[in-house]
């Protein structure tokens, strides 16, 4: 397992619920480079500084396969960047499982997450 850590890359978490979705119940979101998806981990105990290492569930074969990855828990919070980032459709998320990226998968792949507020990471805003 310390193995995995090591190798493993970060990726931003947001602590949030799915819009839409009911109830107050929160968790980490964290953004997917390799579906290009959001990923749900974590629960309602988790805060920012904390980071969670987690494996993927998306199913990809991709680069997170074998060590999973980190989520570093930002003070941004989901609902700032959620309808930010265009996600794969279910019929590209079985392409990917099945090892065919399109050019538009690799589009949504190279998406940059949205910049995000200094004023969450302890910045000034102008």
Known sequence: MLCAWLAAPTL???????????GTFTQVFAWCPSCANWHRHGDASNKPGDVL?????????????????????????????WGKMR????????AIREGRVTPAVERLRRQPLPIMNPAHHGGRTV
């Open 87 to 94: 996600r794969t459709t279910d019929a590209e998320l079985m």
């Open 53 to 81: 290492h987690r494996y993927p569930h998306c199913g990809s074969n991709g680069p997170y396969e074998s060590t999973g990855y980190l989520i570093a828990i930002t003070n941004t919070p989901l609902s700032e960047v």
């Open 12 to 22: 931003h978490g947001f602590i949030g619920r799915r819009p839409g979705e009911p």
